[in-house]
């Protein structure tokens, strides 16, 4: 549906040459000079990195309608809280940042606001992007535009491996499903004598990507597991009593649940219904936030759940954890959920980057100066990463994601356990 | 017997989940007992029903003349307005009724485990078939309703009312749908595009059945 996509003006198309043999690369340079040609104003207004005064402008790309809206909305509300920190510590190198925030919605639309807040805001860099679909069709446009991308999620390791072999623009702060990898890693550790598993996870890239990792590394401990049930229903189905009926039958040892919206929730509810974890273990990765959703009238005991140590407030958290999910939960009275992580972390890489290209003499740097300055970055971040609750065991980054440049299979499939 | 293809039926189905949720929240709060939750969860889910009357009034009746497509657009725009309502309401987390669902307890059917509320709704909605079958059955009303249906101009020609007829019968079926609304939500959660869902094996519904 094409439905409340604002009219945005897109000179691309408009003024596109019929010779395909142009890239679009070489076509924005003659765009810009035949702009600056034209009218008196455009010459005024040249490629944004040579003003060194004044705001800089971000842009953001957020979910906000459908299940992934509250991640969206926890991406949005980490970058607008790091902004206004940020801006009253006197910005970068001195420059206000102000945010441009667009939505993403499906990837034909999400791109042309991706063209607009690149051509006609004319922000530094786009932070954002968490549907994988959406962030693999937004990859080749932001390399062609030349523009630093920060994007927060889209997790799934294959396709960016499939599609974009040499990003030079385009950066991620996840780069595999990491709560699936350390579910592997901790399954046979609070588990013993896992012999089968079943597993539920959404009937897109993520819930099959989650449920293929989680095989290779459970495989890596325990050799002679059984899968014996693998479901996926659609994501935003709400009545799981079927797919519970057909768990209990496959009579598995474990679950293994990669569910990371409402739906986490109302599976476990419908879940306790029927009694399910009276006879069975769960591992539930909770990719997302629902743990203000979770009761404990249905959240089983001795449940495996994927958490973050901003979930909570955790007494051993850093100073910058700890301010954070204070003025959150202020705020807006809930825990913040994971996504603030990856939109701080991004947020904040971008800042150091532009300080480290800019060296001593403070000179705000041009965009391929900041992506080379990004490259091998490491920055505080927020939270821990993949913890459990009770007893709290932390997983590093380390551990849960591959180096980049690497696959992901041949990585685990290399690990000493 | 409006003839109407109406698409916001799922739309109804989902304001009557979010109603329902907030009216047990309500109840829940006030202190009421968790046992009863069902109660104000289904007056709120019928009550909410009353909006049929005003898109009826409102919106539905200025296209009962005219070519399917202006109505399928009409009461696409309503589903269009309805989400973006909840959304600007309720917000755009899921919202649910917590651990009610469990308050009833589960039961040994034939083997399999079956929570009780599950039940509960079943027959609920085999006493709701059997009322509609008793209203379009058994009182003069039902009858009106069916003689409409059959020939719209004689029974107007015999001095029916058919605004009336189109109020009340258009109130009723949204009533149905807010109140199924409200009863589905305890197992599940109320999200934004819920009614969505529903439109689609709508849909097929009428493809089959015909409208009606």
Redesign the interface.
Known sequence: MT??SPATPDPLRAQAPRDHDTSRRQFLKLLSAGAGAATATRLDAPFASAQATGPVKLGVLTI????A??VG?AGLRATEWWAERLNKGGGILGRQVQLVVEEESNPKDTVERYRKLVLQDKVEVVLGGISTGVTLALGPVAEDLGTPWLSWDGTTQKGVEETMPNPKWTFKSVDNEVEAIVAGILTPKYFKGIKTVAGIGNDYSYGHDCWESYQVVLKRYIPDVKFVLELFPKL?V??F?SHI?AIQQSKADLLMCSFW??DA??IM??A????LFKTMKGVFTTAGGVHD?L????TPEGLLLGYNTMYFDDPKASPLLKQFVHEYKARYNEYPPYECDHAFFNAESYKVAVEKAAGAGKKWPDKAQVVKALEGLEIESLSDDFVTISPIEIVSTKQAMKPAGSKLFDWINGWKV | MQKIFNLACGSFYALGAYVGVSAVGWYVGAGGPPALFIVPLAVAGLAVGAVGVVVERGLLRFVYDRDETFQLLMTFAIV?MMEDAI?LTWG???R?T??L??AYG?IGVLG????V??LIVIAASLAIALAIGWLLTRTAFGRIIRATADNRDMAEALGVDMRRVYAKVFTLGTALGTLGGALVIP???A????GI?LIVEAFAVVVIGGLG
């Open positions: 439905r409340l906000r309608a459908g299940v809206a509250p909305a935003g709400t009545d009593s009926a919206s409402g929730t109302i509810k419908q306790a219904a029927v009694g959703s009761k404990k009238e249905f | 269009l959304r755009t987390a899921p649910s917590a651990g669902y469990l589960q399999a485990t079956a929570p509320y599950n197992a599940t959660a999200m934004s595009e819920m869902e």
